[in-house]
């Protein structure tokens, strides 16, 4: 089973990002996106692995108008860490597994 949140309504999507202070890990992507679908595996990974400190949330940049252009979304894949309604980073591109845990790390301490 996935550890990953896909949610079917930007109500669904805004509940998560704004949640108990668990940090959220964002990936804006798009169905279209070649390198996207290269770095799902490496995020389920990711999700699986850190899921008793990170919730991950995947939300598709065509569906999810509104929420990627409030957070400035420009390019897909985007990776956003955010607490209590607020981005903590942001990175753009598909990361390795290493670069992945490193960013998240950074971020949370």
Known sequence: MSQVIVPATEAEARAVLGSDGTPVLV????????????????LERFAADRQDRLRVMKLDVDE????????GIRSVPTL??????????ARAGALSAHALAAFVDNAVG
């Open 27 to 42: 990936d804006f992507y798009a169905e279209w996106c070649g390198p996207c679908k290269a770095f799902a595996p490496t």
């Open 80 to 89: 956003l860490l955010v607490s209590n309604g607020q981005v903590l980073a």
């Open 64 to 71: 999810f108008t509104g929420i990627a252009g409030e957070v």
